[in-house]
């Protein structure tokens, strides 16, 4: 509430007392009444430049809708996907297969016209293996620089490492991200540098899951371990002949603290090349991951009486379900993928792709893929392939992959007994989104 100025209610007493005199005097001497009355308009621009001034001395009481908006662009979104699966290695196959409902998702992101931009992206998915909800992404960023070439980003989100943004086609994810190496969410801090063809993120991430008991994320350490307190730098280099016509080479590195359920503090390290080439309609990705989870000697878990943790292995999980990852390993992969436009009534664009992976497990060539708790099951090396299409159709994307794998259980293509089994995979999504200005 403005305050009255205590200064204007004594000038205007002062002035009506001042005008009262000098026209009382007026009536006495008409010769002088012209003068006075120039006077009076004297006192009166006086009384009004010092009712000027006094608001001056106000302070300003503008409110915040007095104020100059930020202009804001709001995305309101989401989706639904669901999954017609055959097995060939359960009685799924028997029945003719099964249709279930993956995820419904609500998303939501903006940008302002000071540098602010945010995401989040949070689902529901009766068919996780724990919580049935979770957030896959939330972010808040901050564009800064001569053109914008500089970025603060925090929060969950995806990790900087290897091919960008995801280093596969199929919906069902590689090798890589089932192992932790490829759309990977972390909680944390990242800055980034892009100028010209050169690319450089640095972040530090506290942990991958947000106290959260399920995760988009593959390979994320679970029961008994946990990534936390790591660092990431990515560099990358784009040679560029035509929009169309470019390859990018980058390499990544990260390390960080393996925490066990006994507090003993571990270490982990990972490195990559990756290569995305892009020629008109071709796509060739290429990525070498070398990676090591050093569990310390006698580590004991908390969950299941706080049983001795192994060293060869650790256990992960994507979507809740807990697979064994192998604590040191090598991970080959080649995507190779070709875009077609076409005009089959809604259908307006196709992808025909392959995605293969090989992980070399380190150490002795082998590793216990079962459960700390579970009998002994010595695994090898795990082969992984998607051979699938992407359909385009508005806002409807199905998916037709056809996976093989061998010894590849934690990408839900199984059990690892060292035979190769396939899998069906018919993904149906609907995205639905709009646009808000204000």
């Not at 028997?94 to 609500?106: N, R």
């Amino acid at each position: 509430m403005r305050k009255p100025s205590r200064i204007l209610p004594h000038l205007a007493i002062a002035s009506l007392a001042t005008v009262w005199s000098l026209q009382a005097t007026a009536q006495d001497d008409d010769k002088t009444y012209k003068q006075l009355r120039q006077d009076v308009k004297d006192l009166q621009l006086q009384i009004e430049q010092l009712q000027k001034q006094s608001r001056r001395d106000e302070p300003n009481s503008k409110t915040v809708s007095d104020l100059k908006k930020q202009n804001e662009t709001l995305t309101i979104g989401g989706g639904v996907v669901t999954e017609y699966q055959v097995r060939d290695y359960t009685e799924n196959q028997e029945q003719g297969g099964g249709l279930i409902l993956d995820y419904f998702m609500l998303t939501v992101d903006g940008k302002l016209d000071n540098g602010i931009s945010y995401a989040a992206d949070y689902r529901w998915s009766d068919v996780n293996f724990a919580d049935g909800q979770y957030l896959h992404y939330g972010w808040a960023a901050y564009d800064f620089g001569v053109n914008d070439e500089q970025q603060v980003k925090g929060g969950f989100f995806r990790v900087p490492f290897g091919n960008l943004p995801y280093g596969y086609q199929t919906f069902w994810g590689s090798l890589n991200f089932y192992a932790g190496f490829a759309d990977h969410q972390a909680a944390g801090l990242n800055y980034k540098y892009e100028s010209g063809p050169l690319r450089i993120d640095a972040g530090f991430f506290k942990n991958d899951t947000l106290s959260q008991s399920t995760t988009y994320s593959g390979g994320v350490p679970v029961d008994g371990y946990a990534n936390v307190n790591g660092g990431n730098l990515r560099v990358a280099y784009t040679l560029r002949q035509t929009k169309k016509n470019y390859m990018t080479v980058s390499i990544s590195g990260q390390g960080g603290q393996l925490e066990t359920g006994s507090r003993d503090i571990g270490s982990r390290w990972a490195g990559s090349l990756a290569l995305d080439a892009h020629a008109g309609p071709w796509t060739g990705q290429l990525q070498m991951v070398s990676y090591a989870y050093n569990v310390p000697d006698n580590a004991t878990s908390e969950f299941g009486g706080g049983f001795t943790l192994p060293t060869d292995s650790i256990t992960v999980q994507d979507y809740g379900f807990r697979y064994q990852l192998p604590a040191r390993a090598e991970i080959y992969s080649a995507n190779i993928a070709h875009d077609f436009n076409v005009n089959w009534g809604p259908v307006t664009q196709v992808q025909l792709y392959n995605n293969y992976g090989y992980l070399k497990v380190g150490g002795n060539g082998q590793y216990n893929s079962a459960a700390p708790s579970d009998p002994v099951n010595i695994t090898k090396d795990t082969q992984f392939n998607a051979l699938g299409a992407l359909f385009v159709a508005g806002p409807i994307y199905v998916w037709a992959d056809l996976f093989s794998g061998k010894n590849s259980a934690m990408t839900f293509v199984g059990p690892n007994d060292d035979q190769w089994h396939t899998r069906f995979n018919l993904t149906t999504a609907f995205y639905f989104g709009g646009n808000l200005k204000k």
